[in-house]
């Protein structure tokens, strides 16, 4: 079933990887990470956990590598190309150790791919220049901007703004003191600098006109050492400090830019999070983001691990520097996972757990089979009588079916019930029933869909040989696949209106699989709360799928991702099978409905239909024609009652963007 050369390593690396190609496929400008870091910094000691690293091969333009002292600036990513940019400085003689004598040196700014591999290497400076020191960076509307100064506090610094199509640096201006970062507000154009270790905050426009000046807000004077935008502009800052004792701390601020206000901020000891070098991890540039699955990356990039100064270096640098060979420059980034610390509540890293669970205790359950009743009669749900009673009794079989016990260090044997018995129970709740009748346009058997797309993909993975776990995860993948759903308050909005615009709808879809993998982890957290268990492993693997129910796996030729749990359960393949049970399921049931809920358009149900069968895989196509418009007993099929309007229209509709394929 899976090619071994096509397995991955079941140790570390892979995991690492796995979390770096996820983020080639996140939405970073709507991901929530400013309200995500907010809630986190509320608890009393977040965690940093360290997942791994990623080794950097660095490259000097000619070609050569560097033999010098690389010391990093900033990191920034490409949200196009998903390329990592670092600005740093060869070293070739240190600064003096007071701060106030420039060394000598070389600006560069690196470009690799998301697995380290050097892509291109630019100059930042030219031979001999006094200012050779970039500093931390951003990138916004397809240029870099990047700080350039000498190695001491003294200034002048140069902006410059890099554009990444032709990576030819341009000067803006120059500011007259050490500019260590630099952000933009992409609402405003203003420029937001902050000197050597943060000293000072300047607001610049693109000109180069002094807007404001202020201190560094934070209350410990953090030195912040890099920069990133986040939306709604916000700038996240991370660096470190010195405190009175002598200590070494490192932490990050969120700051809103245009008012300065510090809107949350963390701070950690070094000395439980040194690195190799015996730094702390901010020390030098930093990025982070939010995974689909809700958990908060950073990638950090501390300084080399080998290297050398070409002169001398001033003062005490000299008994101080060791140097373990004269072997080219190597170095890493290494990935943290940032969490609530564990003992600041029984549900530590799910987005919106606590609003979810106020819902779920709120929900008063109704009887099932008044689901359907209740939508046709009150909600104007026009289906013939044989057909809603076909679908109620289709909805009771569901629900009736014994949900089998996991088997697995990874689970206890009740997880699949609780967590399947929780998601039923807003499904069945009158809030789910009463947000249905009063707006039958957010999917009327949304219930019954959950249940028939567990169930035929399930049968769709035992027939491709998956036994066992892999069902398991199936199952519970294809029940909570549309999660987001069950809460109308917590749905992703503008469904209705982004349908006719193919790009906003493809967005919208994005959003939605993020929605679904919050709710997913909610849905855990509230499983766990009620005595289950699930590892971190078996949960990434159920998220996995949900967060790409829509699309399926990977078919670009790139390796699949496989199971953190079992390297030979691809999850890529199991993606593809819930997307496919989604789109049969909607032909088998859902369809029925959606005719009312988009208000008997033929255009938007056309639009439907095609979505819905044209990502689907040829063989569920196949299924599709034969299950509903070839079946002898489907409302759809051969055998439909065309005396009806609604399934006469619906059938025709269906026949013209399926069988006849007229698009």
Known sequence: MVNSKTKPPAHGPMRVHQILDDLARVDLDNMGLATRLKKIAQT???????????????????????????????????????????????????????????????????????????????????????????????????????PMA??????????????????????????????????????????????????????????????????????????????????????????????????????????????????????????????????????????????????????????????????????????????????????????????????????????????????????????????????????????????????????????????????????????????????RRMLHSERYVESRIADPTTGTLDHLHAEMVADLAVKSAGELGYLGIALEIVRIAGHLHDSDRSFPRLMTPNEQADRGDPTAYRHFKARHMQRCVARTLDLISLAREAGARISRELTHDITYIVGRHEIGGRNNGQPHTMSRINPDIDLDELADIVRDADSLGFFLANILAYWGECGRDGQKLAQKIRNMFDRASPSTRQHIIGQVIHSKTHALGVNADLKNPDLCAIRGILIRCTVMGKR
């Not at 001999?128 to 397809?142: E, L, R, S, Y």
């Not at 420029?191 to 905050?201: F, K, P, Q």
């Not at 999070?273 to 991890?281: A, E, F, G, M």
């Not at 929900?363 to 689901?371: E, F, G, L, S």
């Open 44 to 146: 009393q000691t977040p965690k940093l956990e360290r997942f791994g690293k990623i080794p950097l091969s660095f490259v000097l333009p000619d070609g050569t590598s560097p033999e010098y002292h690389i010391h990093p600036q900033g990191l920034a990513r490409d949200p196009k190309t998903g390329h990592l940019f670092i600005s740093a400085v060869e070293i070739l003689q240190k600064h003096s150790p007071d701060n106030t004598r420039n060394g000598k040196g070389n600006g560069y700014l690196f470009c690799f791919d998301a697995a380290g591999e050097p892509l291109s290497t630019i100059s930042l400076s030219a031979p001999d220049d006094n200012a050779f020191h970039p500093g931390g960076m951003v990138i916004c509307d397809g240029n870099i901007y990047v």
């Open 150 to 423: 000498p190695y001491c506090t003294t200034g002048p610094s140069r902006i410059l703004r890099i554009p990444l199509n032709t990576l030819k640096p341009l000067v803006l201006f120059e500011v007259p003191d050490h500019i260590g970062a630099v952000a933009i507000n992409p609402d405003t154009n203003k420029l937001h600098i902050v000197s050597w270790d943060s000293a000072t905050w300047y607001t610049y426009s693109l000109s180069g006109k002094l807007l404001n000046t202020c201190v560094n807000p934070s209350s410990d004077k953090l030195g912040h050492q890099d920069v990133q935008i986040l939306p709604g502009a916000d700038i996240l800052m991370t660096g470190v400090l010195n405190n009175k004792e002598g200590g070494r701390y490192f932490g990050l601020d969120l700051v809103e830019a245009g008012t300065e206000t510090i809107k949350a901020s963390m701070r950690w000891n070094k000395t439980d999070y040194p690195t190799s070098q015996n730094r702390s991890p901010f020390d030098n540039p930093t990025f982070t983001w939010m995974d689909r699955a809700g958990r908060i990356f950073i990638l950090a990039a501390p300084d080399s691990q080998t290297g050398r100064y070409r002169e001398r270096p001033f003062g005490v640098y000299s008994s101080a520097l060791k140097v373990k060979d004269d072997r080219a420059w190597s170095g890493s980034l290494i990935l943290y996972e940032l969490t609530e610390a564990k003992s600041s509540g029984p549900h530590p890293d799910e987005p919106h757990y606590g609003e979810y669970r106020a819902l779920l205790n709120d929900a008063r359950p109704v009887i099932c089979d008044t689901i359907l009743p209740q939508l046709r009669s009150r909600a104007g749900l026009k289906l013939p009588a044989a057909v809603a009673e076909t679908l109620t009794k289709s909805y009771e079989q569901y629900v009736r079916q014994p949900i089998p016990g996991i088997r697995t260090e990874h689970a206890s044997p009740d997880f699949s019930s609780r967590i399947i018995g929780l998601h």
